[in-house]
């Protein structure tokens, strides 16, 4: 179930959750997995990036590695059924 009260999540925590079915969408997948959510927290340079460079994580080498896994996801080959997320997105965005 994803969330949907805006007001329990910082902005860019919630700008991380508007963009996680994008980035399926973007990788041609159905199924929104916690990886999608991984890579949204870890583009720009925000607080989840800020914990693992302090954790001692290698940062652009998590990156790498989260895309290169969803990249071996299954993709789907039929453009239609993207057409969920679009609403998703823009509902999670507060513009429906």
């Known amino acids: 179930m994803q969330p949907t009260n805006r007001d329990q999540f910082?902005?860019?925590a919630w700008a991380a959750i508007v963009r996680t079915p994008e980035l399926a969408k973007e990788a041609q997948q159905q199924q929104?997995?916690?990886?999608?959510?991984?890579?949204?927290l870890l583009e720009g340079d925000g607080l989840a990036v800020q914990i693992?460079?302090?954790?001692?994580?290698?940062?652009?080498?998590l990156r790498d590695r989260t895309s290169a896994f969803i990249n071996s996801q299954a993709k789907l080959t039929t453009p239609s059924m993207f057409c969920s997320f679009g609403a998703q997105s823009r509902y999670l965005a507060g513009s429906v």
């Open 10 to 12: 910082t902005e860019k």
């Open 52 to 61: 693992f460079n302090k954790a001692g994580v290698d940062v652009v080498r």
């Open 32 to 40: 929104i997995e916690s990886e999608h959510l991984l890579q949204a």
